[in-house]
Nanobody, 131 residues
Framework: EVQLVESGGSLVQAGGSLRLSCAAS????????IGWFRQAPGKEREGVAC????????FYSDSVKGRFTISSDNAKSTMYLTMNSLKPEDTAVYYC????????????????????????WGQGTQVTVSS
């Protein structure tokens, strides 16, 4: 089974930077999409960014475009989310998730990432941005 473990969450001041890591194991194919979601207290889980293992195609939510960068190191089976210019509204538990399928056509067609389409989830890591 696919297992995902997030790390790197911390307390950071507004305007600062942080990098989250997601270590993956158990992949049995080469066509996966790996994504980052976040959930703040009282709010729905929100897709942040995702990347494909097939061709490293990426997708970002409007709220993080230009500030966050998703990347992957397939040799290390690790995916990263580099967060710059952090804002208090970025405060949330961040989750790493994965699904079968290495195309972002549906994601772009629907205009976002749907948590229900992701089959595997990490435990989450807390990111807190102070003002």
């Amino acid at each position: 089974e696919v297992q995902l473990v997030e790390s790197g969450g911390s307390l950071v001041q507004a305007g600062g930077s942080l990098r989250l890591s997601c270590a993956a194991s158990g992949f049995t194919a080469d066509d996966y999409t790996i994504g980052w979601f976040r959930q703040a207290p009282g709010k729905e889980r929100e897709g942040v960014a995702c990347i494909t293992t097939t061709d490293s195609d990426t997708f970002y939510s409007d709220s993080v475009k230009g500030r966050f960068t998703i990347s992957s190191d397939n040799a290390k089976s690790t995916m990263y989310l580099t967060m710059n210019s952090l804002k208090p509204e970025d405060t949330a538990v961040y989750y790493c998730a994965a699904r079968r399928g290495g195309s972002l056509t549906s994601t772009r067609a629907f205009g976002g990432m749907w948590p229900r389409t992701y089959d595997y989830w990490g435990q989450g890591t807390q990111v807190t941005v102070s003002s």
